[in-house]
């Protein structure tokens, strides 16, 4: 369990990267962009200053900036269950026949990884624990599709992102 920072300096950064002054406004410009693991817990530091190993890279919907934040201060300040993302991507690599939670269908529907029909059974056998045969091999094909595709440990590597070099991006409205 990662320890929390200093919450303040992440507001701080936060609000700095906003549109709106205020966190209670501020925080409600940004969504889950995507999710990765480091190598080593420390690789990277969250906005807060502590180091972690769960990054959740946001973006601001107003002006397309990011943010890297750490899973559990995503979760705790920011309001977005990160967290049950992390959780159900570790149960799927131990079992792919498991139920994504709906956080990860959500996720995996926005990140384009699954269809919308893909989505919509994923959804409506969350609770169903005796599928049939060909759905048992539905949900599995599905479920290695969205882990081959959330590959944390690439998902990091691919962005590189420190929080010295973030540059505002062009305004995405
Ligand atoms: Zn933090």
Known sequence: ?????DHK???R???????????????HEWSLHEIG????????????????REMCWLTNRLNGRRALVGNHCVTKF???????????????????????NAETIEYAYEQ???????MEFSSDTLHKRNLSFKQAR????????????ADLRRA????ELRQSKLEPAAAAV
């Open 78 to 100: 920011l309001g977005i269950r990160s967290d049950l993302i992390f959780t159900c991507m570790k149960r799927l690599l131990d079992d792919s026949e498991k139920a994504m």
């Open 138 to 149: 539905w949900r599995r094909a599905i479920n290695e599709r969205v882990l081959s595709f």
């Open 37 to 52: 693991e480091c190598d080593e817990y420390g690789d990277e530091r969250c906005l807060c200053g502590h180091p972690i």
């Open 112 to 118: 384009g990884w699954i269809s919308v029909r893909e």
């Open 13 to 27: 950064e936060i609000v700095a990267l906003s549109e709106a002054n205020t966190w209670e406004v501020a925080k």
């Open 9 to 11: 300096q992440l507001m």
């Open 156 to 159: 990091s590597r691919r962005h």
């Open 1 to 5: 369990m990662e320890e929390l920072g």
